[in-house]
């Protein structure tokens, strides 16, 4: 089946504290990219990536950390977590980078909570 | 900053009735054209693209673009209380590779 997973779901982390949330998809996409999903706010894109060892920021990235060593994979790294980082995150991919076919595929979100 | 405009809703219909959703963006290189359907605390599902304009048939959704007025809109036929959703219109310029979305519009479908 064709998909794009996450890891971890739900994540309830104390402020400074490291973590990654991981981002797979099977589609052999090139593009992928991370959003992050606020009340009020609406979806905002965090980082996304071309190809391997292509990445480039959204509109929101400050605090945050991504690579993309495997084209398959493609983590969010919080390297000292803040409140302000509570959020719904999602992951999503699309085979192609811009144009027609730019049909892009989410993840099922992970849900963050920094104390 | 490349802006994506909804209605907030929510915007109320009977079941049975054409729901109408609408959306304008600012950027006129934009090419490529989405509707998402979002359940609360769950992902957005992609429902219809469009690249042209024109309207763009599938089951009972139509997607309807007028790049010369710069808006799209999505119109679900026969709607169902299943339809009862958030819906984001998300909007790629090609100047770009970046996917903006818009704040959504939520739809009730009523029985």
């Known amino acids: 089946e064709a998909q794009v997973t996450q890891n971890p779901r739900y994540l309830i982390t104390v402020t400074g504290k490291k973590l990654t949330v991981t981002c797979s998809q099977n589609m052999n996409h090139e593009y992928m990219s991370w959003y992050r999903q606020d009340p009020g706010l609406g979806l905002r894109q965090i980082y996304y990536?071309?190809?391997?060892?292509?990445?480039d920021k959204g509109d929101v990235p400050e605090g945050y950390k991504v690579s993309r060593k495997e084209k398959r994979n493609f983590p969010l790294i919080l390297e000292s977590p803040s409140p302000n980082q509570t959020s719904l995150y999602f992951c999503?991919?699309?085979?192609?980078?811009?144009?027609?076919?730019?049909?892009?595929?989410f993840g099922p979100g992970t849900r963050l909570t920094v104390t | 900053q490349k802006e994506v405009e909804q209605n907030s809703g929510p915007l109320s219909v009977p079941e049975g009735a054409i729901a109408s959703l609408n959306c304008t963006y600012s950027d006129r290189g934009s090419q490529s054209f989405f509707w998402y359907r979002q359940y609360s605390g769950k992902s957005p599902e992609l429902i219809m693209s469009?690249?042209?304009?024109g309207d763009k048939e599938d089951g009972r959704f139509t997607a309807q673009l007028n790049k010369a007025s710069q808006y799209v809109s999505l119109l679900i036929r026969d709607s169902q209380p299943s339809d009862s959703a958030t819906y984001l219109c998300a909007v790629n310029s090609n100047s770009g590779y970046a996917l903006n979305f818009g704040k959504g519009t939520s739809l009730l479908v009523t029985p």
């Open positions: 990536s071309m190809n391997v060892e292509v990445t």
């Open positions: 469009i690249y042209s304009n």
């Open positions: 999503a991919s699309s085979s192609a980078l811009a144009g027609v076919g730019y049909e892009q595929y």
